[in-house]
């Protein structure tokens, strides 16, 4: 069965602290991509990465991709409250096909 | 990217009735798919709406319960049919844009309450 499981579900954090978001996906993909949702909202495209070592950086925000652990990180840089959101990651399987299987989502709280 | 409306935006309806939803981009795309999201939940692929041929449907979904039409290149309906209150979720059509952006876009979603 194909999973694409993050972790931590939920987080509480601090303004000011750095914190990481893993995605941990269970067949080959060389592609992934990360998304916000706000609530109520539809999601916003944040980081495509499309190669194995791809690193993308955007504010506080950085993502990696390792494609032969099957992991990509969402790193958060001295958070702050306009960060609060749920994150997802998504592969699409088969690669390349644009059939986005989505994550668990990580809803996260920045608190003042 | 690509500028994706969705109507209607919410609504609540009695079991048993349908609803239709309607997707327009504003640009030409050949990748449209149709999303499901229960309340707290993440997102499920329900089928990618092919132009002019029939919709490719994911595993525990059916052309009967969720039809859909691709007229062209700009629109997509899909059908929520003989609903239940299960069927409450929000509805999110997207497309796939190829090239240096290489991602999906999605529309602001329909919100639908079944009672």
């Known amino acids: 069965e194909l999973k694409v499981e993050q972790n931590p579900l939920f987080l509480s954090m601090q303004e000011g602290k750095n914190y990481t978001i893993y995605c941990n996906y269970s067949?080959?993909?060389?592609?992934l991509y990360w998304y916000r949702q706000d609530p109520g909202k539809s999601l916003e495209s944040l980081f495509v990465?499309?190669?194995?070592?791809a690193v993308k950086q955007e504010g506080r925000l950085m993502a990696s991709l390792d494609t032969k652990a099957r992991l990509s990180t969402l790193h958060i840089t001295a958070a702050v409250h306009d960060l609060s959101a749920t994150y997802f990651c998504?592969?699409?399987?088969?690669?390349?096909?644009?059939?986005?299987?989505f994550g668990t989502g990580t809803r996260l709280k920045v608190l003042a | 990217s690509a500028v994706i409306s969705q109507k209607p935006s919410r609504d609540i309806c009695q079991r048993g009735t349908s609803l239709t939803i309607q997707c327009q981009v504003d640009?030409?795309?050949?990748?449209m798919f149709w999303y499901r999201q229960q309340p707290g939940q993440s997102l499920t692929l329900i089928a990618t709406?092919?132009?002019?041929?029939?919709?490719?449907?994911e595993s525990g979904f059916v052309i009967d319960k969720f039809p859909i039409s691709r007229p062209n290149l700009t629109f997509s309906t899909l059908t929520v049919s003989n609903m239940s209150p299960e069927d409450s979720s929000i509805y999110l059509c997207?497309?796939?844009?190829?090239?240096?952006?290489?991602?999906?876009?999605f529309g602001p979603g329909t919100r639908l309450t079944v009672l």
């Open positions: 997207s497309v796939g844009l190829a090239g240096p952006t290489d991602t999906q876009y």
């Open positions: 067949t080959t993909s060389d592609r």
């Open positions: 709406a092919n132009q002019g041929s029939e919709a490719t449907y």
């Open positions: 640009s030409q795309v050949t990748m």
């Open positions: 998504a592969v699409d399987i088969p690669s390349g096909t644009y059939k986005y299987i």
């Open positions: 990465l499309l190669s194995n070592g």
